[in-house]
């Protein structure tokens, strides 16, 4: 049974910094893509980076720049540090894992099988 729990997400004023993780556990692929994805209150869940099975990054155009996906496979952990945070980067943050190699929109959620509980992220 995969399990994916999401940390560090908090309250910041504009211009801040967060760095939010992700630990996943029960997870035997070794080829994955993985994804982090917001959603604000009223809107439909976006994606805002992920990385392939291939080492390909993703950004979405709104956060490039800002923010850095990471991950440690040792660790079995993945991260998002996000900097120069605006108020619309304000929202509920999850990371989701999908065991492709590839899929055809990285940055779409319904590529993406296992997801978090989320982590709310408020910039003000």
């Known amino acids: 049974h995969v399990q994916l729990v999401e940390s560090g997400g908090g309250s910041v004023q504009a211009g801040g910094s967060l760095r939010l993780s992700c630990a996943a556990s029960?997870?035997?692929?070794?080829?994955?893509?993985m994804g982090w994805f917001r959603q604000a209150p009223g809107k439909e869940r976006e994606g805002v980076a992920s990385?392939?099975?291939?080492?390909?990054?993703f950004y979405a155009d709104s956060v490039k720049g800002r923010f850095t996906i990471s991950e440690d496979t040792g660790a079995n952990a993945q991260y998002l540090q996000m900097n120069s945070l605006k108020p619309e980067d304000t929202g509920m943050y999850y990371c989701?894992?999908?065991?492709?190699?590839?899929?055809?929109?990285?940055?779409?959620?319904?590529?993406?099988?296992?997801w978090g509980q989320g982590t709310q992220v408020t910039v003000s």
């Open positions: 989701a894992v999908e065991a492709r190699l590839w899929v055809g929109n990285p940055l779409s959620p319904v590529e993406y099988s296992d």
């Open positions: 029960g997870y035997t692929s070794r080829t994955y893509c």
């Open positions: 990385v392939d099975g291939l080492g390909r990054i």
